[in-house]
């Protein structure tokens, strides 16, 4: 049997450089707090989890953009239905 995979795709409207996705990445996990282990792969002694990530941070067409698989996409619009306010970036602000 065949399991659907269910996905979401957050493209957002700024321009990014490649080596700023560190930076986002970290500006979406500070807005939800370390205690979402799906955004960042890390326990909570800071140890890695090896998994295949379900939140991921791209560059798409120089846009920022967070691919989201199975449990990650439900956590991630759990996160948008709060509202996230603005992003603050080393290199700038983000919406």
């Not at 493209?11 to 990014?16: A, G, L, P, S």
């Not at 090896?50 to 619009?77: H, N, R, W």
Request: charge should be positive; glycine fraction near 8%.
């Amino acid at each position: 049997m065949v399991k659907k995979l269910k996905t979401l795709l957050v493209v957002f409207d700024n321009e990014i450089k490649p080596h700023e996705i560190p930076a986002f990445r970290g500006a979406i996990i500070k807005k939800v707090g370390l205690d979402n282990f799906l955004f960042h792969n890390h326990r909570e002694d800071g140890s890695v989890m090896y998994q295949y990530p379900v939140i991921q941070y791209k560059q798409i067409y120089g846009k920022p953009a967070i691919y989201c698989l199975d449990e990650g996409s439900m956590k991630y619009i759990r996160f948008l239905d709060k509202g996230i306010g603005l992003l603050r970036l080393v290199t700038g602000n983000w919406i």
